[in-house]
């Protein structure tokens, strides 16, 4: 079956780090943009970091530009999304799209930042 599956997603305290996966399934994220979306509730979805074909080149929300490293093991078909320094408006369902041939979501993974 194609699809992404996220993980990684927990409860830590502000100040703290988690390491965000997105694992694909049937196709080579290699060839695809990805990004990484997240959603708070009462919000809209918002673009947190983007990665072009082959990890080549990244761009980040200014929200999080210091913060968060985006990065890709291709051997293992996963795309990392590695947040430090987390603060309490971090809290958000993270979303991983792919974008390539298709566009793919993946079902999200729950961050709470939180003391």
């Known amino acids: 079956q194609v699809q992404i599956v996220e993980s990684g997603g927990d409860l830590v305290q502000p100040g703290g780090s988690l390491k965000l996966s997105c694992a694909a399934s049937a196709f080579t994220l290699r060839s695809y943009v990805i990004r990484w979306y997240r959603q708070a509730p009462g919000r809209e979805r918002e673009w947190v970091v983007k990665?072009?074909?082959?990890?080549?080149?990244?761009y980040y929300a200014d929200s999080v530009k210091g913060r968060f490293t985006v990065s890709r093991d291709n051997a293992k078909n996963t795309v990392y999304l590695q947040m430090n320094s987390l603060k309490p408006e971090d809290t958000a369902i993270y979303f991983c799209n792919a974008v390539g041939y298709r566009n793919y979501w993946g079902q999200g993974t729950q961050v709470t930042v939180s003391s």
């Open positions: 990665s072009t074909p082959g990890g080549i080149s990244t």
